[in-house]
């Protein structure tokens, strides 16, 4: 068997190997260094196990079956949640040691349960992103939030109750709060970051593509680091630089197409899937069902 699909028999190593293909992350630096960091629900047991460096300017998709600890992870990097063992370094810093202040002009969230306690219209959801800069305004803030609703098409809604929204447009809503926040560097060239928990789990199929499109554009135009969580193998494979694949208390971490492999469809998901390459040379996959191995159905 190959090096690679050595570490990706990921059920028999999970448990071992908390490194993934990133298997020496780069010393401190700029970025998220997950240092022998336990995940787990505060109380809990241990879910998941890494060592490891997220890098700025790249998309990391961070996949894994349902209760692999994929959210848990989002907030323990957003210290909502403290780390069982281990900790984090946020640009080269202990993420205990930000004042909270700085971090929420570095990055923004956007959690799965995007239900808000009042009634806020569309536009005072996005203006909230811009909560963070008050103290230092840019001068550009009504366009940044002008600008944030018109890149997912919300300024139609902008007078809306987010409350009436559907589960998409209120998607849109909360992913043009969490661009608000980070639309603009808040000093020197500090990279910025979007933690997004499944961000398109409510979106149609065009505005699945749009946002990861969006979100891909963020990646590599605006150098900002965007760790995203999603369900659609093909959706990590067409738009992710890299995958973090969360699953058995470990995980695998590196590029996209060497994590997300046919083998990791059949050990991790129990899914017999197909390779198809769309006309622009992407890699996608055809899936054939549970259990069924490499017969499509029949
Ligand atoms: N507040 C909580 N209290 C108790 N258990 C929790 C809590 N939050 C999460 N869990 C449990 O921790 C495990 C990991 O949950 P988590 O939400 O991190 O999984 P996930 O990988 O994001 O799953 P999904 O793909 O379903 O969103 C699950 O078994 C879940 O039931």
Not at 170 to 182: D, E, I
Not at 252 to 274: A, E, K, Y
């Amino acid at each position: 068997m190959p090096a690679l699909e050595a570490q990706l028999a990921i059920h028999k190593v999970a448990k071992e190997n908390a490194q993934g293909l990133y298997a020496s992350p780069p010393a401190q630096g700029s970025g998220w260094q997950l240092d022998q960091l336990e995940v787990g629900v505060p109380g809990g047991d241990v879910l998941v196990r890494l060592h490891t460096h997220i890098a700025p300017g790249r998309l990391t998709a961070i996949v894994g079956p349902n209760g692999a600890g994929k959210s848990s992870l989002l907030a323990t990097l957003t210290g909502q949640w403290a780390p069982h063992a281990g900790q984090i370094l946020f640009d080269g810093q202990p993420l205990t040691r930000w004042p909270s202040a700085d971090l929420a002009r570095r990055r923004a969230m956007m959690v799965q349960d995007g239900s808000v306690a009042f009634d806020f219209t569309v536009q005072e959801v996005v203006e909230l992103g811009r909560y963070a800069h008050r103290l230092q305004p840019s001068r550009n803030e009504a366009a940044i939030v002008h600008d944030a609703m018109a890149a997912t098409q919300m300024e139609a809604f902008a007078g809306r109750s987010v409350r009436s929204l559907s589960g998409g447009e209120r998607a849109r809503a909360h992913l043009a709060r969490a661009l608000a926040q980070v639309w603009e560097a808040p000093s020197g060239d500090q990279a910025r970051w979007l933690l997004l928990d499944e961000p398109t789990a409510a979106m149609d199929l065009a505005w699945q593509h749009r946002t990861m499109d969006l979100l891909q554009h963020w990646a590599q135009v605006r150098g900002v680091g965007v760790v995203v969580v999603v369900h659609d193998m093909n959706l990590a494979l067409r738009y992710a630089d890299d995958a973090l694949l969360v699953h058995g208390g470990g995980c695998l971490h590196g590029p996209v197409g060497d994590v997300l492999s046919l083998q990791t469809m059949r050990d991790v998901w129990g899914v017999g899937c197909f390779a198809a390459t769309a006309p622009d040379g992407t890699q996608q996959y055809l899936f054939a069902g549970a259990d069924v191995g490499m017969g499509l159905g029949g």
